[in-house]
């Protein structure tokens, strides 16, 4: 598991890239500088580490393109020591910049083979999770409820209320919602009963399984 000087320097021309594309946030930009995406993906896929490109991962989904795992993380405005849980763990890329940032980190994965994957991935590269659980996304973790922010990966067909319930107060839910192409969602939740939206354009994701059992 190297991480070479020529990764590092491929970094940071995608860190410049991102800028070109819109992403401001200076902590976000930071992470992704530091975090060997590389690593992330099947040895084959090396040379396209560091394109703005979503690239295949085990179980048929995709680690997301980088200027999508920027969009959502400024979206959430992590903050140092807040409460994040994340739907679809996946290659364990979007996790790894949401413990860069220093958030307390529980994330949900569907897929078996990726959930054992990336557990034991995660930690060897130094990033902590509070909690990786394999489960069902669509009912989030109503005993680590209320986050400060929520982060789906992949895409929802509806919004499901659980997510919305277990958002604290000003807290907010960065979710890619529809079937075939996805509109990026946020919700902040300003009450108890009361949250706005604010949609960001069309994305694309892999869909977001949902526990049939």
Known sequence: MKD?????????????????????????????????????????????????????????QTISQPYTVAFQTELMEVKKGDKVLEIGTGS????????QLGAKVFSIERQQELFKITSRFLPKLGYRAKKLI???GYKGLVEEAPFESIIVTAGAPFVPKPLLAQLAIGGRLVIPVGDDVQIMTLFVRTSQKDFEKTEFGEFRFVPLLEDKN
């Open 4 to 60: 070479t000087f020529k990764h590092q320097g491929l970094r940071q021309q995608l860190v410049a890239i991102l800028k070109e594309k819109g992403i401001t946030d200076d902590a976000t930009l930071e992470a992704i500088g530091k975090i060997p995406r590389h690593l992330f993906m099947d040895s084959s896929f090396l040379d396209h580490a560091y394109q703005d490109k979503a690239f295949p991962i085990a179980a048929s």
């Open 92 to 99: 364990g890329y979007q996790t790894a910049v949401l413990c």
């Open 134 to 136: 394999f489960g069902d």
